[in-house]
């Protein structure tokens, strides 16, 4: 029952509000001789404003027990919009005392007052940062250069539940009786039972709870406080999973392949490589890296724009990844079928912010892939269909900061293409049409062990139904 | 007199009509009413067709993204950077016009199964319309047998055997919801955003915003199989009210494809180049004397019309692929089939086309007849098109495009769990009615998680219990993905701005990874 009062609060505290701040208007408004008449109506204006602040109070503290709303925030709010109708109070009074210094006091605090409780309620309702836009959560993880060897528990679980967790399950505030700042206390779980299950993630209260939706009455953290990034909940998902062990490193502790892949994504995010590499949920399949996972998080100067210039005038397209970027994108789409060596020094002017480029169907000098080696910043490079050979390949290998190579169509063999395990970054590499046979998939798959390779050449069985019609 | 001295005379006589045209009260009236205005404010116009006011309300709307604020009459479809990081660079949309049974492909009920042939409950008719469907119809199961595919499981009913393995790839969207239970207005509502004509396509949108990377070829093409185009006509990949050069050109695979883009019987290439030329050349004069940026437009198009020539028949020749590719996608060269179109866009993609939709029709099942029965001839449309949607994912997988291709594949609605009984009477064969409250629609690459479904629909697939998304919510989606902020990309019209979404639209996060 209470509950259903409560739910009228957001709609009963716009009247205070609109009756509050009329009745100040027309009382300055009313210092106009040929507008006095309007003074006539303030005082009913402000019982009319402080009866519906009373009942916007109700109800807010019905409201107030009802879901998880950051408590600070709360009682401000609370506390200021009693404030605010004392002062609708204290208003009535100095207007039917006809005390002009009191009723312009009265005025100016109600309509603080109405402003600072307005603007906590919005904060309460759409999260900290409503008003000036969105601020993400930012990172809890420290850089960690190898995840396998950090430890589980005090290089990861901790600092993610320093960063998300524990202003409210700590020391200094046990919001449902529960602390999860040291092992002890997180064993032990708060008022709802134990807060992790071990060895079972969804049977687990802590993670049931960040997983539920964000608008749910349960979800944790609570709507306006940092929520966890997906990388950091995936690997609590893990760390539960594998037994929330509190003493052993990472690489102690069981892991499929499909948690392999999601620690070493958790490790570049912590290193703030790729803000969006964070893994999604691919319910077990490969990860999926999405282009923006492709654009360093360090800002470029802007390119040389007559450099730009010059190189759409010769029929190649130049475009910024985004409007808010710097870095280039590069593509030989409809830029002939040689691509000479001017052109490759032309691109030599934007190296530092060309990190995509594709080059499909072209020619390329003898003198040119040298200068395509030079394009260090690169960090996806299409080289499809093109002239690049085994040994031509070498001059690839300066590319330390590519992820991305696709090799379609070019006539490289195995014995080459093993040496692209010097590319420190490479996460994906396509060998389509490439010169390669079954034979050499071992030698690949193990020297390029971090590397997702596709060679492609699928193939579709014919199926009855492919040929045949239903009559 | 000679025939030459005829003609020469004739000639003079047009240019002199031509020029006293120009002097006329008409004339006059009919361009001051359209150019005074911009006239007052020239200074701002900058040159693109739109009225000053428009202008700045466009950029004011925009929030300083604003595709037409250095535009370039003469090179409408220049490629333009998002305004923020883009996930995916193309779109491929496999329309299946006529609205597929989610209840036969994706959507598994065993409870459907239960309930055959018994007379529906009437709390799932209280108050209820459908197209077709009176008084109280009968249950229909599922006329599919499901299984559980790839490692996540995903059902997927045995009329797809080959699609079946792509279940780790795609992107499930079961509780798809629209309003609108007839073909044309549900096509153009998942297509415009609106269920009325006149709003641009999702593809003009995406055109107009940004451009296309390969100024040979259209920036949006579309390709229609099936032996009719979607009910909704040719509107639904119209421009609407943004400049006519965003629509969608219709493209074919059979014969040319691009209608006239041979040299006619007789002309030589040089010839069509001369004339194109001589053409031009006069429309720069005409601009030089007038400044319409029109004019400039009009030069443009056909120069790209000049590159096409020359550029799309290469591309858009599906005959050049290997046998084996012709064989994984089960095209039949020479004909119009949607294996053929799916092949075609893949090779448009590969070559930076920005948007490429294709409409498969019959897809209709209502079991009025056996050519659109469940167990006769819909049983065709899922072979038409089960291999070749599924090499076309695996082809742009093998060639690197899939991370940057969006992939999606869906009706304008889905099927009644209830068998049609047209006018009251059980309809010959096994059917199913028009259905909004639930369909399925899945997406693959372009930056959306794999293997994974996202909604959940009753028992019986009647209604979404979670996860419900609407047509404006995929569009925001397909938005989100290529770098736009749905509510900010929007183009003023009648004194407001307007928006694919219009007021609606949530980005499905869930999806994306």
Known sequence: ?471 | MTRDELNAGRLAEEARNAYLQLKTRRHFLKESAMGLGALAMGTLLGGCGQSAIDKLARHAANNSFDPLQNFDPAHPLLPKAPPFAARAKSVIYLHMAGAPSQLELFDYKPELMKMDGQDCPPSLLAGKQFAFITGVPKMLGPQASFQQRGQSGAWISDHLPHFANMADEVCFLKAVTTDQFNHAPAQLLMHTGSARLGRPSMGSWVTYGLGTENQNLPGFVVLTSGGSFPDAGKSVWGSGFLPSVYQGVQCRSEGDPVLFIKDPHGMSRDLRKASIEAINQANAAAYEEYQDPETLSRISQYEMAYRMQITAPDVMNINDEPAYIHEMYGTQPGKSCFANNALLARKLVEKGVRYVQLFDWGWDAHGDHAGNSLNLGIINKYRSVDKAMTALLLDLKQRGLLDETLVIWGGEFGRTPMMENRNGVQNPYKGRDHHTDAFTIWMAGGGVKKGFSYGETDEIGYHPISGKVEPFDIQATILHQLGFDHEKFTYPFQGRPFRLTDISGRVIHEILA
């Open chain 1, 1 to 471: 029952m209470l509950d259903f009062f409560g739910r009228f609060h957001p709609v009963l505290v716009h009247l205070p509000i609109g009756f509050l701040l009329l009745a100040v208007l027309f009382q300055w408004m009313g210092k106009m001789a040929s507008m006095a008449y309007l003074r006539l109506s303030v005082p009913v204006i402000l019982v009319l404003g402080m009866i519906s602040a009373l009942f916007a109070c109700v109800t807010g503290l019905a409201l107030s027990g009802t879901a998880e709303y950051p408590e600070s925030t709360l009682g401000w709010h609370q506390w200021m919009g009693i404030l605010t109708t004392l002062l609708s109070l204290g208003m009535f009074w100095a207007v039917q005392r006809k005390l002009p210094l009191y009723i312009n006091g009265f005025g100016v605090l109600i309509l603080a007052g109405i402003t600072v409780t307005g603007h906590l309620g919005g904060t309460l309702t759409h999260g900290e940062n409503y008003l000036f836009g969105e601020a993400d959560a930012g990172p809890a993880l420290p850089p960690i250069a190898d995840i396998q060897a950090a430890h589980a528990y005090n290089d990861l679980v901790q600092p993610i539940f320093e960063a998300r967790c524990v202003s409210c399950h700590g020391a200094t505030k046990q919001k449902g009786k529960l602390r999860l700042d040291d092992p002890v206390h997180i064993l032990k779980g708060g008022e709802d039972g134990p807060a992790i299950k071990v060895g079972d993630p969804d049977g687990s209260e802590l993670i049931r709870r960040i997983l539920l939706p964000a608008n749910a009455k349960k979800h944790m953290p609570p709507v306006g406080e940092a929520q966890l990034l997906p990388h950091e909940i995936q690997f609590l998902q893990w760390w539960v999973r594998s037994g929330a062990d509190f003493r052993q490193p990472v690489n102690a502790l069981p892991q499929t392949s499909a948690d392999k892949q999601m620690l070493s994504l958790v490790e570049s995010a912590s290193q703030g490589l790729a803000g969006d590499a964070a893994p999604g949920n691919n319910g077990g399949t490969a990860p999926v890296f999405p282009l923006t996972a492709f654009i360093p998080n360090k800002e470029v100067k802007p390119a040389d724009p007559a450099t730009v210039q010059r190189l759409k005038a010769a029929g190649v397209v130049v475009l910024p990844v985004s409007r808010e970027s710097n870095y280039l994108s590069v593509n030989f789409v409809t830029a002939g079928d040689r691509l000479e060596d001017s052109t490759l020094h032309l691109l030599q002017g934007i190296r530092e912010q060309l990190i995509w480029l594709k080059i499909d169907e072209m020619q390329i000098s003898e003198t040119g892939f040298p200068l395509l080696g030079q394009l260090t910043a690169l960090t996806r490079l299409q080289l499809s269909r093109t002239n690049l050979s085994d040994k031509t390949l070498s001059e690839l290998l300066s590319l330390k900061n590519l992820q991305w190579l696709n090799l379609v169509g070019s006539p490289v063999t195995a014995a080459s293409l093993v040496q692209l395990e010097k590319l420190p970054e490479l996460k994906q590499l396509f060998l389509y049409q490439a010169n390669i046979s079954t034979a050499d998939w071992d030698a690949l798959q193990k020297a390029l062990a971090r590397v997702q390779i596709d060679t492609g050449n699928y193939r579709l069985p014919l199926l009855p139904g492919d040929t045949s019609l239903v009559k």
